[in-house]
């Protein structure tokens, strides 16, 4: 199979099994020998047909009588791959991905190959007309260009602003940058920039964050000899910020109420050189596992892995801890650039997650010692979601307050008052809420 060939086997994937890209990007590549080169531009199309689906499908729409709904699998997810090439990739001639995509329609549907020929030809024609969109709608218009559920352009909208929200739907739009943590057990970070540079990686340094390294052509990272080795584990930076938010100081006794797949975690126990101990707890099994490996490859002896379920109160484990960390299952608008398909979650899909939040919050709180740090964060943007809960928590618990951030040098607004909100097209980073109490009595 070809590249091509590969990015439709697992567009079909996701779109009749409704899985995640990432996931079912794994399970296909996995026992593949791709070149970089057609593992890029497969990963590319994936991400691409399913960022802007949307889209893709209004454009099909606009020119088939027979409409999205009603088309087979196999001839929709090609339409869309096809399209997506035209109006998004300037690197392939017209005439080699239309040929290219009509050989593969061939294949799977070919009394459909003429009629995927003429809507491309099409497109090509009056290509300029064709994939503008023409929707009075503001609000339709910003779900159609961007191809995000209505809900979630009117939310942003009304709190923040038209501007703003285009903004963060232009930034939701880019690559996301490959950050990894320096494992600082193992290695410094200039002697892993020097051994990824003679890899021919491009590295830098990141300013925020001592331990952090960008990185531009890092392929197929699980077979990277230095990832094996453990020198080093993938993180975005915003969820680095967590970890040094905590600053748990050695020997300390330290909570990740719900850790998986383990990187703040791993970070808490390796900012603390391996001493005292990080309990580490999730509810499902796979999920301990991914922990479990991580802890192992990068050589960690103060991580004890725990199934339990955060939403359930632990009365043995009431004061016990010196630090508690609650990153809380989230709606995670803050990382679209990374999980795409969350664009299209219903508003109906997220609406018990505050209430589940709050329960954790509440939970994780009866574990911290007098005078220890509470740390709630998530990987969304939604105030519903951030400081509302932060707020109605301490109006309930007189025992915690909001304290200054000091740990990090990035100046963010409200740090001073206990809390960072970060914003992927103010910052360049995920977005991600974290908020800092103490308890003091």
Request: aromatic content about 8%.
């Amino acid at each position: 199979m070809n590249a091509r060939e590969i990015a439709f086997k697992v567009l079909c994937d996701i779109e009749e099994n409704n899985n995640y890209s990432n996931i079912a990007i794994n399970k296909h590549f996995k026992n593949l020998s791709l070149s970089n080169q057609d593992r890029g531009f497969a990963t590319e199309l994936i991400y691409g047909v399913v960022e802007n689906k949307y889209y893709l499908d209004y454009i099909i729409d606009k020119l088939s009588k027979i409409k999205t709904q009603k088309l087979s699998t196999y001839v929709k997810i090609l339409l869309r791959m096809g399209i997506y090439q035209i109006a998004f990739l300037d690197s392939i001639s017209d005439y080699a991905l239309v040929n290219e995509t009509v050989n593969l329609v061939k294949k799977y549907d070919k009394r459909s190959s003429g009629f995927v020929n003429a809507i491309l030809r099409n497109i090509i024609r009056n290509k300029k007309e064709v994939l503008k969109v023409d929707i009075e709608s503001e609000i339709m218009s910003l779900s159609t260009k961007y191809s995000y559920s209505p809900w979630m352009i009117k939310n942003w909208i009304n709190n923040f602003s038209k501007e703003f929200t285009e903004d963060l739907l232009e930034a939701n739009s880019e690559r996301p940058s490959i950050y990894l943590r320096v494992n600082t057990l193992k290695t410094n970070r200039d002697e892993l920039l020097n051994k990824l540079k003679e890899m021919d990686i491009k590295a830098y340094k990141v300013p925020h964050v001592e331990e952090a390294i960008k990185v531009e052509n890092l392929k197929n990272i699980e077979n990277n000899e230095l990832f094996k080795e453990g020198l080093f584990t993938i993180q975005d930076i915003s969820s680095m910020l967590v970890g040094k938010v905590i600053n748990p100081k050695e020997n300390s006794l330290v909570l990740d109420v719900c850790s998986a797949p383990g990187g703040k975690s791993t970070h808490l126990a390796t900012l603390m050189n391996n001493t005292g101990k990080v309990v580490a707890r999730d509810v499902f099994e796979h999920k301990l596992k991914l922990i479990d490996n991580t802890v192992k490859r990068l050589g960690l002896e103060n991580v004890e892995i725990e199934s339990y379920d955060a939403s359930k109160l632990d009365v043995e484990s009431i004061e016990k801890y010196d630090y508690v960390l609650a990153d809380v299952p989230c709606s995670g608008l803050g990382i679209i650039r990374r999980k795409p398909e969350i664009k299209f979650k219903s508003k109906a899909e997220l609406k018990e997650l505050p209430s589940i939040q709050k329960t954790i919050l509440e939970n994780a709180s009866k574990y911290v010692k007098v005078n220890g740090i509470l740390v709630y964060s998530t990987c969304t943007i939604q105030d519903s979601e951030n400081i509302n809960i932060v707020n109605e928590f301490l109006n309930e618990n007189d025992k915690f307050e909001l304290v200054p951030i000091d740990e990090i040098n990035i100046d963010l607004d409200n740090q001073d008052k206990g809390y960072l909100k970060i914003y992927p097209n103010i910052h360049g980073m995920d977005g991600f809420f974290i908020a800092k109490l103490k308890k003091v009595r």
